[in-house]
């Protein structure tokens, strides 16, 4: 059984600073894909920045290129969210995806089996 667990969530002023980490537990290898998605009230859970365990050049939404970077460190299975220059607007309830699968790997939510229960990330302006 996999289970994905997200720490770092926080409260910050406009401006500052949070990294998200998402263990992944469970006998397995590591991930084909995997994601940090958001979701605001109101509003669809949408994909932020996606990172391919198997290389290449990690995704972004266009509103965050510059400020989020994603990583993964395959030793410890975790992924992490460093988020710099953080805007009321990055207010949302970030969740961690990933997929075994080697079939996709993109920003679509549909594309991710397993998820995690989410982290809260308000910035204050």
């Known amino acids: 059984q996999v289970q994905l667990v997200e720490s770092g969530g926080g409260s910050v002023q406009a401006g500052g600073s949070l990294r998200l980490s998402c263990v992944v537990f469970?006998?397995?290898?590591?991930?084909?894909?995997m994601g940090w998605f958001r979701q605001a009230p109101g509003k669809e859970r949408e994909g932020a920045a996606i990172?391919?365990?198997?290389?290449?050049?990690?995704y972004y939404k266009d509103s965050v290129k510059g400020r989020f970077t994603i990583s993964y460190d395959s030793a410890k299975n975790t992924l992490y969210l460093q988020m710099n220059s953080l805007k009321p607007e990055d207010t949302a309830t970030y969740y961690c995806?990933?997929?075994?699968?080697?079939?996709?790997?993109?920003?679509?939510?549909?594309?991710?089996?397993?998820w995690g229960p989410g982290t809260q990330v308000t910035v204050s302006s």
């Open positions: 995806a990933a997929d075994f699968r080697p079939a996709y790997c993109g920003s679509d939510r549909r594309g991710y089996n397993y």
């Open positions: 990172f391919y365990t198997g290389g290449g050049t990690p």
């Open positions: 469970g006998d397995t290898y590591s991930p084909y894909c």
